[in-house]
T-cell receptor, first 116, second 113 residues
């Protein structure tokens, strides 16, 4: 079974702090994704990565950055946390086979971040 | 970009009833996925569909990839209390989105014992 783990289930930070959310997958997947989930807004893509050291902006990248130094690890960074970044953050990974449409994304358990 | 309309937004049913939910789009999709999310957890993949017209079952769950490639439905038969959660559809358009999935907004299912 694919396993995607996230460093924390719950996190409380203060406004202005730098926050690191870590995600690790154990299935050698090329693709990794960070989403945030808010009531009534569904899942929104923040950033994704096709390969080590590669990153692409998603739909809501403002206020976030990412790092992918190793294939199995994808970090989401909040440079200066703000209260409107209080949310559930979900990491996912997938093995994408070009031209086939195969893209089953597997999710971690989520990190519920509260910014005070 | 692509948008998925998922309905209903919420359902309240009695244990033992069958459930049906669907997603529609104005765009053609190459792949449809259905996920379930338990409270406080990440979504878990239930069923993946890759061909128009494909009908796939996973236990009491059945999902179909619409013939027009613009819709998909998920049925749950003989619901039980542990079916409670949020169900999401997700679609992939190969030509324009690479590996990015488009998600529906979810159907919140409540099952009364």
């Amino acid at each position: 079974d694919v396993k995607v783990t996230q460093s924390s289930r719950y996190l409380v930070k203060r406004t202005g702090e730098k926050v690191f959310l870590e995600c690790v997958q154990d299935m050698d997947h090329e693709n990794m994704f960070w989403y945030r989930q808010d009531p009534g807004l569904g899942l929104r893509l923040i950033y994704f990565s096709y390969d080590v050291k590669m990153k692409e902006k998603g739909d809501i990248p403002e206020g976030y950055s990412v790092s992918r130094e190793k294939k199995e690890r994808f970090s989401l960074i909040l440079e200066s946390a703000s209260t409107n970044q209080t949310s559930m953050y979900l990491c996912a990974s997938s093995l994408f086979m070009w031209g086939t449409g195969y893209n089953e994304q597997f999710f971690g358990p989520g990190t519920r971040l509260t910014v005070l | 970009g692509q948008q998925l309309n998922q309905s209903p937004q919420s359902m309240f049913i009695q244990e033992g009833e069958d459930v049906s939910m669907n997603c529609t789009s104005s765009s053609i999709f190459n792949t449809w996925l259905w996920y379930k999310q338990d409270p406080g957890e990440g979504p878990v993949l239930l069923i993946a569909l890759y061909k128009a017209g494909e009908l796939t079952s996973n236990g009491r769950l059945t999902a179909q990839f619409g013939i027009t490639r613009k819709d998909s439905f998920l049925n749950i038969s003989a619901s039980i209390p542990s079916d409670v959660g949020i169900y999401f559809c997700a679609g992939l358009v190969l030509e324009t989105s690479g590996s990015r999935l488009t998600f529906g907004e979810g159907t919140q299912l409540t099952v009364n014992p």
